[in-house]
């Protein structure tokens, strides 16, 4: 049972509130979730500006917790389809730690490899971190996520999200060697969508080895339920000039206490496995391109 808090009216005037408290123990929860084999969530820092009001979409890896020590913490590398993605010395990183109730996000930046570890890196340990409130889960002071917005469709036909998928393919790589030149496109217009139910809309909240975690709104969470497979359009742009097109499974849910629902997906290329390659190879130049980025941001 997680800890319970003790407020300034049980133990007097001089007590430390029960909200600093809980931020002050951040190091030892992490220490916890590290003997538990826990994750942390990490994204490449969008927004260098803690006063900016909007950041790029972030894309969030769920990445194990290997090791924690005063100086840095390891966590193994983040991985798309079983392949691992590459982020460089000197990256800047935005961190999220949730045990419980209690979540807490920090900015850090990428050592280097852990020479001691295959696939894992080593991250400087922060000099101070923020606790969450419940209304702005993905946001604090000092740094901030943005979820990737997703549109999903219940996939009807599973073999006919192909020809879906290998228009999206032509056109995001037509619109990248136009040098992403896709303003103005009614992206819609251009869209070949397969035999699908009704759209709802979603967001990314994380990404692991082979699959996602959606987040759903409390009004569209019937729509999960409609089919086993999901027709997806997640936004990146403008680092993918034109939302990823692809299938995924369901293969859990839960609501959270807002009532929305959180849905465990498997990405599905059963029907083409090509397209499998091609949504790896974009994810590591949206990673490449985020990156450079916040190197700019960094220097200026």
Known sequence: MPERDTTLSEVGENAMPANRSRTLRWRSCLEQLRARRGALEIAIDTNR?????????SLIWRVRLVDVSDEAIVVESPRAFGQSISFDPGAALVVAMTIGQNRWMFRTEVIDPDPRIPDAIRLRSPEKVERCSRRS??????????????????????????????ANRAMIQQAI?????????????????????PKFSAQLVNIGGGGA???ISAADSSAI???PLLWMRIDLTPEIPIPLGLTARVVHTHLDSAQNLYAGMTFDFSYNTGHRDFIISQIARYTRLVQHTGKLKKAG
């Not at 979820?147 to 999903?152: D, K, L, S």
């Not at 009614?186 to 070949?192: G, S, T």
């Open 137 to 166: 889960f993905y946001r604090v002071s000092t740094a901030q996520l943005n979820p990737a917005p997703v549109e999903c469709w219940p996939l009807l036909d599973p073999a006919s999200a192909v020809a879906a998928e290998v």
């Open 213 to 215: 975690g959606l987040l």
């Open 177 to 197: 060697s136009e040098d992403n030149q896709c303003e103005g496109i009614d992206q819609d217009a251009f869209c070949v969508l397969p035999e699908v139910g």
């Open 49 to 57: 500006d803690p006063n900016a009001t909007e950041s790029g979409k």
């Open 225 to 227: 339920g409609r089919a």
